[in-house]
């Protein structure tokens, strides 16, 4: 299973972003997805997870509302759309899929594969 994350970059505060993940190597509309964050010195948090079908989404309280997980099975792709972006944001951002179920997942421990991560940088 392979995970390429991709869309990180330099954002000034207030500005947006959105990342992609593809995945290959399974059968992607299966498995439950998340983005997860880790900022240097921190240890890696949750952001968001998505259900397999796209019904079921959950966030993180410091990105609700700002940020908007989707994914599009028919191209094997989860998004992270982020939006009002601050300082606090600043982080290597990991997608990673599920290990064995369809349904959401928020704990680290039930996700087997992570993509290498893309950085985010908010200057303030």
């Known amino acids: 299973v392979q995970l390429q994350a991709s869309g990180g970059g330099l954002v000034q505060a207030g500005g947006s972003l959105r990342l992609s993940c593809t995945a290959s190597g399974r059968i992607f509309s299966s498995y439950g997805m998340g983005w997860f964050r880790q900022a240097p010195g921190k240890e890696r948090e949750f952001v968001a997870a998505?259900?397999?079908?796209?019904?079921?989404?959950s966030y993180a309280d410091s990105v609700k509302v700002r940020f908007t997980i989707s994914r599009d099975n028919a191209k094997n792709t989860l998004y992270l759309q982020m939006n009002s972006l601050k300082p606090e944001d600043t982080a290597v951002y990991y997608c990673a899929t599920a290990s064995s179920t369809g349904r959401l997942v928020v704990r680290a421990s039930e996700y087997g594969y992570w993509g290498q991560g893309t950085q985010v940088t908010v200057s303030s």
């Open positions: 998505i259900s397999w079908s796209g019904g079921s989404t």
